[in-house]
């Protein structure tokens, strides 16, 4: 393990410093013109911010289990994940121009006739519009990172009506207030969250599901905000799931004990708030003359780096003569995985976990995101035959305390 260790830490550094090489070349470069006094003040305030920066960056393990303000280490994060991106751009841009730089040297090399001033000559010599370029494209992602943080609350509803025909004719018109991935650990203005809270409630939902995710890693993360997700309520009930980071798994334990009791108390917590927690179960919900059954999943994923903890068949046993079922899933994979291949009467399943990565673009002719190279189905809604999958973009937020293109959600489904 320590060999690991010190190999990983030898190939960071290494990167790290690949990448330095190339944004401070460009800083260099872009400042040429500048009197020798400015140049190297721009210089000198950039090798500063460049040292707290890597501080922080090795750092990370240590502050990442220090008791400090959710204030600061959403700071903290905005500054290390932000720093990083836009270096990361700006020597991507300047990587790729020197593979072009020595793709012409080797047609020089080789002997390729070129006259004096002609593209090829040209590309001998670093692109002054490249170096540019780069530096406006990674300024402008940092500057959308910062504007980004403004976003965080900034709760969006999403209404979609699906029509099944095996639905129980009480169960017509249902409005179902689908949300996940709350992230306590990270929430900071409980006035914002109470919005939101009220966003849900004005909606008047019949029935409100949460797909997972209460927590970052700790159950205290959540106690502040009982009172205020205790204001959910809805006529046929509150019903929640586990998601991956409800478990734990992510933080170095005194013991193995210590986490168990995390994890029942964050239990418990869910019961505080009035919420029924499903694990590995099923509900029936009753309205008018007709029954569904809702069923709940512990964590279940098809991606190698997430702990199942979750059986399907369990939860699915004997919800078999009811005509329709909803699943609270919070891991999307698991609808590839194992839903819509062994489990074709599970008309709806509800999953979070993706947040969207925080970050993308969505407008009426693109939908695209980082993390659709991760997950087939990342957000919004999925079909396959008769079976549907709806993937909620997240309440909170993880790691970048921010959101870019892509909103925090609250889900209206209204069933027909």
Do not use: C
């Not at 991507?92 to 020089?108: E, S």
Request: glycine letters at 8%; zero cysteines; proline letters at 3%.
């Amino acid at each position: 393990m320590r060999k690991f260790n010190l190999v990983f830490l030898l190939i960071l550094i290494v990167v790290l410093g690949v990448i330095e090489f190339y944004t401070y070349s460009a800083l260099r470069f872009a400042t040429r013109n500048l009197k020798p006094g400015y140049r190297n003040w721009i210089t000198g305030v950039y090798i500063v911010i460049t040292i707290l920066w890597l501080v922080a960056v090795f750092a990370t393990p240590l502050w990442r289990q220090m008791i400090l303000s959710k204030a600061l280490k959403n700071v903290m994060i905005s500054f290390v994940m932000g720093f990083l991106i836009t270096k990361v751009l700006i020597a991507l841009v300047l990587f790729i121009d020197d593979i072009r730089r020595v793709f012409f040297w080797a047609l020089q090399y080789t002997g390729a006739k070129s006259e004096p001033g002609s593209y090829i000559h040209q590309g001998m010599s670093r692109s002054q519009f490249m170096v540019q370029f780069a530096l406006l494209f990674g300024g402008t992602i940092f500057g959308s990172l910062l504007y980004g943080m403004t976003n965080r609350y900034n709760y969006q509803i999403r209404k979609i009506k699906l029509a099944f025909k095996d639905l129980p004719e009480s169960f017509r018109n249902l409005r179902i207030i689908h949300i996940s991935d709350i992230h306590s650990g990270s929430l900071i203005d409980k006035k914002a969250v109470e919005k939101g809270i009220q966003m849900i409630l004005d909606q008047k939902p019949d029935l409100i599901l949460f797909t997972g995710d209460l927590v970052n890693d700790r159950h205290e993360e959540a106690i502040d905000f009982v009172p205020i997700f205790s204001q959910l309520k809805a006529p046929l009930g509150v019903y929640s799931v586990l998601g991956n980071h409800d478990y734990g798994d992510y933080v170095q334990w005194p013991s193995q004990t210590d986490k168990v009791n995390n994890l029942n108390a964050l239990k418990d917590l869910h019961r505080q708030m009035g919420w029924r927690l499903l694990l590995d179960e099923h509900h029936t919900i009753q309205k008018g003359e007709h029954q569904i059954a809702l069923l709940g999943v512990q964590n279940t994923s098809f991606k190698s780096r997430f702990h199942t903890y979750g059986d399907l068949n369990k939860a699915f046993q004997g919800s078999e003569d009811k005509s329709f079922k909803i699943l609270m899933s919070h891991d999307p994979s698991h609808w590839d995985g194992e839903i819509n291949q062994k489990y074709k009467d599970i008309h709806l399943t509800l999953s979070g976990h993706t947040h969207g990565m925080q970050f993308g673009v969505e407008i009426p002719w693109l939908k695209w995101s980082p993390v659709q190279y991760i997950y087939k189905q990342w957000a919004g809604l999925y079909q396959q035959d008769e079976q549907y999958l709806y993937v909620n973009r997240g309440f909170g937020f993880l790691g970048y305390p921010g959101r870019v293109g892509i909103m925090p959600e609250i889900t209206l489904i209204e069933l027909a």
